[in-house]
């Protein structure tokens, strides 16, 4: 596995051979996803490209640090895009009028929208207690309550309640204190 610097210089430079590196490690992953979601095959590949641009676009523009793997944060950006064209797609009804489309700017933008926001949200939920990242994780995951009781060795559902909801408000309250969270809020 190359290191994420590698793979973002591999991007910037159009680095062909760094390029199949990336499409080898992450490209299986995202096709499996899109094809499990309602894709095809050629969404798959619309939808990795546009992530692997808007990666490269956002870098150049203003560098940053992904902190998870590289083919976790692709995996993540191709997931949120694939996620909105599917809300967009059932947003869409035929019309004998014409109707103005969303720009590609403007859905680049939404997409480096909630990149940040996704970012913002791993990197507060980084910061909570081991024991709240584990319960957020299994509640996250959509597991019971019953199910987070015996996993966490809590002594009730009302616990593992409470826990959660303690957690998901600690969470909330550490992501709107942060100086970014106004900026990415709207939209």
Partial sequence: MI????????LLSN???GIMKIYKAVFPKVRKFVLQ???????????????LLQIMIRYQKEPFEIKSSFEAYVFTACKNLW???????????????VVELLSEERDLALSVLEQKRWELFTEK????????????????????????????GYNSETVARQRVFKCKSKLAEMI?????YNSLKSL
């Fill in 125 to 152: 939920l980084d910061m909570l207690s081991e024991n709240c990242k584990k319960v957020l994780s299994l509640f996250f995951s959509n597991e019971t309550y019953a199910s987070i009781v015996k996993k966490m």
């Fill in 37 to 51: 979601n309602k894709g095809q095959q050629q969404d798959a590949e619309d939808i990795f490209q546009k992530a």
């Fill in 83 to 97: 996620r909105r064209a599917l809300n967009s797609s059932k947003n869409k009804v035929t019309k004998t009028e």
């Fill in 176 to 180: 709107k204190k942060d100086n970014d």
């Fill in 3 to 10: 290191e994420k610097t590698a793979y973002l210089k591999a």
């Fill in 15 to 17: 680095d062909s051979n």
